[in-house]
């Protein structure tokens, strides 16, 4: 799904009732290999005139202030990896009021424009740093962003993060993003089967990243309608390699509060426990 906003402009329906409220929790591990954590996740309520940072679970009002959220998995050496998904996250809070005011001048013939520019000044950083100190050369981190309205959910990304989305009315746990490696290619075009690309040895190399040199990036970018009881769930590849789609849909339908304090926790320890070989991450997001 990559909607172009001139083709694929949604219509919003009157008689839809608006999500009022979003509750949300998160969870980072950094497995049992890896000797840091190099996943950095993020929340923000804003306006065109404030932001405030959230913490790992909670509770906004929709109706008052937009909210975002983003995973970023780092790469890069030393702590080269850690650092560059830190200041992905400290950028997207400081660009999200301005993208707040661009967007409220149109939000549907722009929120395109506005995402692309925001991971764009993402990329900008992150280059700079790392053609500027040693210590940063080659840093990259992926990014999966969602931006949550009361009608509206918002989304960019790059790299093999991912976003889910598991409607309150019913249906299959379904992924929005694409994966943006050699191997997801392969899966999307037919070439190899669910089992293969999960067991393939290149399924981590990347073909997109923020950082790392790359002169170019282009994000996807989507929309999708944020309903009332619909979940969302933000992860790092880590959390995917550990557990299939199926059980972490199972584990969403089966709490009654499923973004609970301890329901992100839950899914990262299944992970660890069942491969636990990167950082892993979880982010749950449910609109009431």
Same mark, same amino acid.
């Given at each position: 799904m990559n909607p172009d906003s001139s083709q694929n402009r949604p #219509?919003?329906?009157?008689?839809?009732?608006?999500?009022?409220?979003?509750?949300?929790?998160?969870?980072?591990?950094?497995?049992?290999?890896?000797?840091?954590?190099?996943?950095?996740? +993020?929340? #923000?309520?804003?306006?065109?005139?404030?932001?405030?940072?959230?913490?790992?679970?909670?509770?906004?009002?929709?109706e008052t202030m937009d909210v975002a959220f983003a995973v970023c998995d780092g790469m890069g050496g030393a702590?080269?990896?850690?650092?560059?998904?830190?200041?992905?996250?400290?950028?997207?809070?400081? +660009?999200m009021p301005r993208a707040f005011h661009q967007a409220a001048q149109g939000l549907h013939a722009g929120y395109t424009d506005v995402l692309s520019e925001l991971v764009t000044q993402v990329h900008r950083a992150l280059t700079y740093l790392g053609q500027s100190y040693e210590e940063c050369a080659g840093m990259q981190t992926t990014l999966s962003l969602a931006w949550f309205t009361p009608h509206w959910m918002y989304f960019a990304h790059v790299g093999d993060s991912r976003i889910y989305h598991l409607p309150g009315s019913g249906g299959p746990l379904r992924q929005l993003t694409q994966d943006d490696t050699h #191997?997801?290619?392969? +899966?999307?075009?037919?070439?190899?089967?669910?089992?293969?690309?999960?067991?393939?040895p290149r399924r981590s190399v990347l073909q997109k990243a923020l950082g790392a040199g790359n002169q170019f990036v282009d994000p996807q970018l989507g929309v999708v309608g944020a309903e009332p009881g619909d979940l969302f769930l933000l992860c790092t590849d880590g959390l995917v390699d550990g557990i299939r789609d199926e059980l972490i849909a199972d584990q969403l339908r089966g709490e009654p509060d499923p973004t609970g304090p301890d329901v992100a926790r839950r899914l990262v320890d299944l992970s660890v426990a069942s491969s636990g070989k990167d950082n892993t991450t979880a982010l749950i997001v449910r609109l009431s």
């Open positions: #219509v919003i329906d009157p008689d839809r009732p608006p999500s009022g409220r979003v509750t949300w929790s998160a969870c980072t591990d950094r497995g049992r290999v890896r000797a840091g954590n190099e996943d950095s996740f +993020l929340g #923000v309520r804003f306006d065109g005139r404030e932001i405030q940072r959230l913490g790992r679970h909670g509770e906004s009002n929709l702590l080269a990896g850690e650092f560059a998904s830190r200041v992905a996250v400290e950028k997207i809070s400081g +660009l #191997v997801g290619w392969l +899966l999307r075009n037919g070439q190899i089967n669910e089992r293969e690309a999960r067991t393939h």
